[in-house]
């Protein structure tokens, strides 16, 4: 599995240290440099965008944090990065602007995020650039088929699943059985992820404890108080934070 120490040896900024009271948003360019200037590593996301770029934003559609509307995917590149987030100058990054901003200076610990259709092409797209970056950076996701197409193109990347210990009716397009299958992680045979990003609520899922005792690095996601923080000190090796500075 190689050497995931890194991973673990500071807090995670979730989705950059964003505090949109100062006007720096999640996801943005300001997120990240303040997370940079703080020590922290630092959680992203990623979607598609229409022509197959990997963008900087965690919802699927530009509503909530944009002025514009609608699906990002059903928008190019060029035009997503002409979009500001609102109320600032940041404008919408590329992958590939990203990691040139960020540089190797803090660990990334970087979200593929999926509908579960079963499009693959940002999973392979954000592996092959993480592949080539100087710099710690480890590729992780909710859906394990896209575990699956980074081990495939960029076996050298750490990869990562995200899971929580109940699939409700929030997840539309997840089964009660598949729901089972991703909270106990028993999809490891075919993903074969190397850490785990669990909710910080479910952390005492038997699994989870089970690969920890085995020596998988544990992340929980997103601890937001300090009751959280110490139920995550107690089953995870390192916090995904917002809110507050650990």
Do not use: C
Not at 69 to 93: C, H, K, S, V, Y
Not at 144 to 164: C, D, F, K, N, W
Not at 187 to 204: E, G, I, K, M, T
Request: glycine share 8%; no cysteine; aromatic share 8%.
């Amino acid at each position: 599995m190689g050497d995931l120490s890194w991973l673990t040896a500071r807090p995670v900024a979730h989705r950059g240290l964003h505090d949109a009271a100062r006007g720096i948003i999640e996801n943005a360019g300001a997120a990240m440099d303040a997370a940079i200037a703080a020590g922290y590593a630092i959680e992203l996301d990623l979607q598609a965008s229409a022509d197959g770029e990997a963008m900087v934003f965690h919802d699927f559609t530009l509503d909530r944090l944009t002025d514009a509307q609608g699906p990002l995917a059903n928008r190019t590149a060029a035009e997503l990065g002409a979009i500001a987030f609102r109320g600032t100058g940041d404008l919408i990054l590329t992958l590939p602007q990203l990691l040139e901003r960020v540089a190797g200076r803090v660990p990334l610990v970087i979200e593929i995020k999926s509908s579960f259709s079963g499009d693959t092409r940002l999973a392979a797209r954000a592996a092959d650039l993480v592949a080539e970056y100087d710099g710690p950076a480890a590729l992780m996701s909710f859906d394990p088929q896209m575990l699956e197409v980074v081990r495939a193109r960029a076996p050298g990347v750490a990869r990562g699943i995200v899971a929580e210990g109940r699939y409700g009716p929030e997840w539309q397009h997840i089964s009660p059985a598949r729901g089972f299958v991703l909270a106990n992680l028993l999809h490891w045979p075919r993903s074969r992820f190397q850490f785990v990003n669990y909710r910080v609520a479910d952390l005492d899922k038997p699994a989870v404890r089970l690969l920890r005792a085995l020596g998988m690095p544990v992340l929980s996601w997103t601890v937001r108080t300090q009751d959280q923080r110490a139920r995550a000190a107690r089953y995870a090796d390192q916090i995904v934070f917002e809110g507050f500075r650990p």
